[in-house]
């Protein structure tokens, strides 16, 4: 009885330490995860009005080299409160956070987003340019 | 070896005396009261606004060998208007799920702020309706009722609802804004004006709504006599029609008081408050159906919400309902 007691917790101490040194992904200042991908590009952009319903006329067109966004708005929008929608490539995150509306009114200085690697080490900075739609 | 096994089934028989103790208790019919007893609710949602009502449904009943139901009555603290009633009918719901009334007595009468309908069916149970119609001297305030009723033996019972905040806004419902014709918009009046009205009331007017159909992304749309003239189209204002109205654009807040009966969002005093219309234009483009904007007047004396019900592309028009409140 006793030898079975032992080899039945002797079982189970060898499961604990082989779960124990399992790999763990590292996380950054924001709570992500940093896994191995060096992807980094934009594959979407929206951009809605303080409606909630997109400003776009047509979709954008984004180019992964030049890493701009060009997109043309409706005629009349308010480009001083826009809310804008980026997706990115997996595990990939955006520089500065979008907390809410943006003003996008100053055309002649376009806004400036970088996109982050999941692996943190590529960095891209996407310039948004917008136009608008004439009447 | 044989304690071992005395403590397994010990153990074992405890969690099937546990198991089986657990018994669910048979339901009891409720025995029936021998006093008058009442009872209320209140039926209507969303802000109270003047003008509009409160409804309630008031219960009353008393054992049928005590005696008979005599009249029932509801006093407000601040009387309501004069189209407040007590309804004279008691309502049942009959299998089909329809309300069906009876009559049981003669049609309410009102003595100031109390309504009174006395009995002249004998019944022992009875539910009738109150309709408080709100009076403009509760407007900003709070409104309490007594509901009171009596029986033939003597007895008297008494429910007290409330009190309800009654809003300070108002509300205006389907008007029809026509391109080229009555287009001028005034918040404070809550209508619309033809040009040679609104030259008499330039400084009334804050919006002009306009169709244009040949322009991209314009359509229906609401702008401010001051805005941009790229905003203002194939359009000569009246003399002194200039205001800059804050507009912001909003779609799918369907106000039940605003002709949306299918939803249960209300639009109330304390959003105007809370509404943030920093750098916001003085124009609103392309509206459809179901679509909105908030609005503050140049002098910040009144906001408003205008809710589109309905769009007309041939007839270029819109049809629009409007919530207001005013600030200062």
Redesign the interface.
Known sequence: MKQYIKIGLGVLLIAAMWAGCKKDYPVDEDGLLITDRAECYVSNFELLGTDFITVRTKNPVIDTIACTIDVEVQFGTDLKNLYPQFSLVTDAKLDPKIVGKVDFSDLEHPKVYTVISGNRKVRKPYTVLITVQEP | MKRKYFHYTAFLLTLILFVTACKEEEYKLPSAGTELKNDCIKRSLGPNLVGLNIEFAYAMALPADKGKIVSAQVEASIAGASSTYLENKSYYTNSGGVDIGIPIGDPSVNEGATTTVTFTRDTSAATLRYFYTIPEEARGKSVSFTFTAKSSDGKTVSQKMGPYEIANMDRTLNLIVKDGDASYISIEDMAVYNAADAASKADKIDLVYLYRGN????TH?LVSPGADP??L?DIALPSGVNKSTKV?????LRDQQLGNPKYGIYIDDVDFKELDLT???N?A??LKEE?GAWVETADGTYRAYIFVNKVDNAGKSMTISMKRLKMK
């Open positions: 322009l991209n992304s314009f749309a790229q905003y189209p912001r654009k909003e779609f799918g750098d916001v234009p124009y483009l392309n679509a």
